[in-house]
Every structure is written in structure tokens, then in C-alpha cells.
């Protein structure tokens, strides 16, 4: 199954250069929907200009953002000198805490597909 997801510049080219190996999301209905094998393309915003297929290695669900930047190191999202704080706002400022008590957090493991 292919699934579509927006992602901003910085991190959009962070997974193609292979520094970013996870993707943070809510773990929201569309998220539900997505299982390990599938692949997302992910459109660079607010560009919308380029295109980057990664393939789904894992999934891990977490009740909290903070929980997920406590197991996963931070150098698998490439903020290996970002704090905890620093961490759980940057998120929040795309995420709102609401939308995190809704529906909690998942971390995507992704490999970019090797472009033809």
C-alpha cells in the first residue's frame, strides 16, 4: 500500500541524505492504515516540488511524544544535539498537545527506495 504525507524541507532532505531513519506522527486514523512493507511518498512542503519514496521498516506507538524521544535515540530523527525540551516543543509546534492526548504518537522506521 502507498501512503501520502506532506514533510517540511529540512526534514524531507534529512531522510533522503539517510540521517532522519524515523518519521514522527500522530498515531491518528490515517496513520492506522499503515503497516510495515508499505511504502509513503513523501511531497516537500511548503515547496511541493519534490517527491521521495521510503519503504516502512517498523512502527512503534507511543502514548506521548516525550515517551518516544525517551526510547528512541535522537540521532535516528537527526537532532543528536537537540534536548528533551527541545525535542517535545519542535514537535509541538506542528502537533498540538490535544491532538497528542487524542491520539498519541508513532514513530515511523523508513529507508529511502532507490530512485530509478
Known amino acids: 500500500m502507498v501512503h501520502n504525507m506532506g514533510l517540511y524541507g529540512e526534514y524531507f532532505h534529512a531522510i533522503r541524505q539517510r540521517k532522519k531513519l524515523y518519521e514522527v506522527r500522530l498515531y491518528d486514523e490515517k496513520r492506522r492504515a499503515i503497516s ?3 511504502t509513503i511518498e513523501f511531497l516537500e512542503v511548503p515547496e511541493g516540488s519534490q517527491l521521495l519514496r521510503v519503504k516502512v521498516l517498523g512502527l512503534r506507538r507511543y502514548d506521548t511524544f516525550r515517551e518516544m524521544y525517551e526510547d528512541i535515540p535522537f540521532a535516528l530523527f537527526d537532532c543528536e544535539d537537540w534536548t ?5 516543543q519542535g514537535t509541538y509546534d506542528i502537533y498540538s498537545p490535544e491532538q497528542e492526548r487524542q491520539w498519541g504518537a508513532l514513530a515511523i522506521r523508513i529507508e529511502p527506495v532507490a530512485e530509478n
Do not use: H, I, S
Open 36 to 38: 510495515v512493507g508499505d
Open 84 to 88: 528533551m525540551e527541545e525535542m517535545v
